[in-house]
């Protein structure tokens, strides 16, 4: 997942971007208004951390561009200002979420990862597919109660298929969400990591294939079409 972080002041931006990396996320930082809507011009982001108190357009006028040109990106507003008034003019004007500093690691990431599930249309951190679970808040993928063991990387498309589920995704999507649009390699390592993963799920499903492939478009993850088996039909097998 990938993260906008606006924020001037340098220690409370190294903070942030500490707290979410160390637990997996990608952020980009924009120490000021005009750079944060720079960035929002040419990434996709999950999410966008927004301070109020900025040093050349505030918070409130970024909010307000943000969701005139109907960018939906969630937007959680990490403010020293702590009065109702300033509360409730945020979230009427389309914050999805305000915190207050000084703020708890802990908090800021369950709100982000809140957040993010609910943009996507989850209500659970732990998202089902047939046997499989994926569980966005722990970062892992279970089935049958099995972990699977995967990579950072091929978690992370598993992750973004999960939160999209349903949706085609090109394969541009997976290496934004993989590397955040930086030193990003060739397209075909999206096929490989897809190619893991099926090998992965089919050995603890007893051949179940939940990566479709929509030719010309990219992969779309759904349900198996085939009847999935239970564990003791596996252990039978």
């Given at each position: 997942?990938?993260?906008?972080?606006?924020?001037?002041?340098?220690?409370?931006?190294?903070?942030?971007?500490?707290?979410?990396?160390?637990?997996?996320?990608?952020?980009?930082?924009?120490?000021?208004?005009?750079?944060?809507?720079?960035?929002?011009?040419?990434?996709?982001?999950?999410?966008?951390?927004?301070?109020?108190?900025?040093?050349?357009?505030?918070?409130?006028?970024?909010?307000?561009?943000?969701?005139?040109?109907?960018?939906?990106?969630?937007?959680?507003?990490?403010?020293?200002?702590?009065?109702?008034?300033?509360?409730?003019?945020?979230?009427?004007?389309?914050?999805?979420?305000?915190?207050?500093?000084?703020?708890?690691?802990?908090?800021?990431?369950?709100?982000?990862?809140?957040?993010?599930?609910?943009?996507?249309?989850?209500?659970?951190?732990?998202?089902?597919?047939?046997?499989?679970?994926?569980?966005?808040?722990?970062?892992?993928?279970?089935?049958?109660?099995?972990?699977?063991?995967?990579?950072?990387?091929?978690?992370?498309?598993?992750?973004?298929?999960?939160?999209?589920?349903?949706?085609?995704?090109?394969?541009?999507?997976?290496?934004?969400?993989?590397?955040?649009?930086?030193?990003?390699?060739?397209?075909?390592?999206?096929?490989?990591?897809?190619c893991k993963l099926r090998k992965k799920i089919?050995?603890?499903?007893?051949?179940?294939?939940?990566?479709?492939?929509?030719?010309?478009?990219?992969?779309?993850?759904?349900?198996?079409?085939?009847?999935?088996?239970?564990?003791?039909?596996?252990?039978?097998?």
């Open positions: 997942m990938r993260l906008l972080v606006v924020e001037d002041e340098n220690n409370i931006a190294k903070r942030i971007e500490l707290t979410c990396t160390s637990d997996g996320l990608i952020c980009h930082l924009a120490e000021n208004g005009s750079e944060a809507l720079e960035m929002l011009k040419f990434y996709d982001y999950d999410a966008v951390i927004l301070d109020l108190m900025l040093p050349d357009i505030d918070g409130f006028e970024i909010l307000s561009r943000i969701r005139a040109i109907r960018n939906s990106t969630p937007v959680i507003i990490l403010s020293g200002l702590t009065s109702t008034d300033d509360k409730v003019k945020c979230l009427s004007m389309g914050a999805d979420d305000y915190l207050t500093k000084p703020f708890s690691k802990v908090e800021l990431l369950a709100r982000i990862y809140a957040i993010i599930r609910r943009s996507s249309g989850h209500f659970s951190s732990i998202i089902k597919v047939g046997p499989m679970e994926v569980d966005i808040r722990q970062r892992c993928v279970k089935i049958y109660d099995m972990e699977m063991p995967l990579t950072s990387k091929e978690y992370s498309v598993l992750e973004l298929l999960a939160l999209k589920k349903g949706s085609v995704l090109p394969k541009e999507a997976f290496l934004n969400h993989i590397y955040g649009g930086m030193d990003e390699p060739e397209l075909k390592i999206v096929d490989v990591f897809i089919a050995d603890l499903t007893g051949g179940l294939n939940f990566i479709e492939t929509i030719w010309g478009r990219g992969y779309t993850l759904r349900d198996a079409e085939n009847e999935t088996p239970t564990i003791e039909e596996l252990k039978v097998g």
